[in-house]
């Protein structure tokens, strides 16, 4: 007697899966596009406009699914496991790409998607968010998707740094070298040695909190910003120690 159920359920659990397939191959599929927005490791929005945001169904999630899916108006059609490319774009919000998503039209059934970020063969690894998404006809933007790199520094970001640098200089000059001596020298009476010392390091330390305040909002906290806040921290801290050991007193 039990084998007859067991003979049963041997032979209906193929027609399960053909009927899955079957109510998966007739459901239709609408166009729904989104916003995905891209941030380096240190949550800023990702800068190089030359990678593209790649999407493809996840073969491995696409059991239900026929060799493709697709519809005519506008044609659109993703076949299982090829990518598609979109391009990056900036707004207030950031980085993002316009992605062309098709979803079930009448079902709250999802579709999962892979998403990389690459340029050419090459994409970087992601260190916060979701490698796949689950697409309904209803959901929303997916959040910001973190990369385990940082933004690259091209010759631009180096020309605006220095640019406001050598406005800085310009500032410190009139500040320090002119306003800030001046008054030591004539208001204060301090002799000339100990108010040029005291001069040179308050401008010193005002040039390197200027370095340290531009370079940590703009690159943020990276090798190149600790390099450049320590080397000009090195000469502040070499010339406190000549100012020092040369006996001068303001």
């Known amino acids: ?36 927005y891209w941030l380096d490791d240190h949550r800023r929005p990702w800068n190089d406009l030359g990678y593209q945001m790649a999407v493809r ?78 697409m309904r006809n209803d959901s929303p933007n997916p959040p910001p998707v973190g990369l385990k790199q940082s933004n690259a520094i091209f010759l631009k970001d180096w020309l605006f740094i220095g640019g406001v640098m050598l406005v800085g200089l310009i500032l410190i000059y009139v500040l320090a070298f002119r306003w800030l001596f001046n008054g ?34 703009y690159l943020g906290p990276r090798l190149e910003t600790w390099i450049i806040i320590g080397v000009l921290g090195a000469f502040w801290l070499l010339h406190a120690i000549v100012w020092l050991v040369s006996g001068k007193e303001a």
């Not at 159920?5 to 079957?22: H, I």
């Not at 002799?191 to 401008?203: D, Q, R």
Request: charged share 25%; glycine share 8%; hydrophobic share 45%.
């Open 1 to 36: 007697m039990k084998i007859r159920p067991m003979l049963l359920f041997v032979l209906l659990t193929p027609l399960a899966f053909v009927a899955g397939d079957a109510r998966g191959q007739g459901k239709e599929f609408e166009l729904k596009t989104v916003k995905q």
């Open 57 to 134: 169904i996840a073969p491995e999630d696409a059991k239900s699914l026929v060799a493709e899916v697709a519809i005519d108006n506008p044609p659109i059609k993703y076949a299982v496991g090829e990518f598609h490319l979109f391009s990056l774009k900036r707004d207030a919000g950031g980085t993002f790409a316009d992605v062309d998503y098709l979803v079930y039209k009448d079902s709250p059934d999802p579709i999962i998607y892979q998403i990389e970020l690459r340029k050419g063969d090459r994409s970087v690894p992601i260190v916060f968010g979701a490698s796949k998404v689950e």
């Open 184 to 217: 030591l020298l004539f208001k204060r009476r301090w002799p000339v040695p100990g108010a040029e010392h005291f001069t040179w390091s308050v401008g010193l330390l005002m040039l390197m909190g200027l370095s340290a305040a531009l370079t940590l909002f």
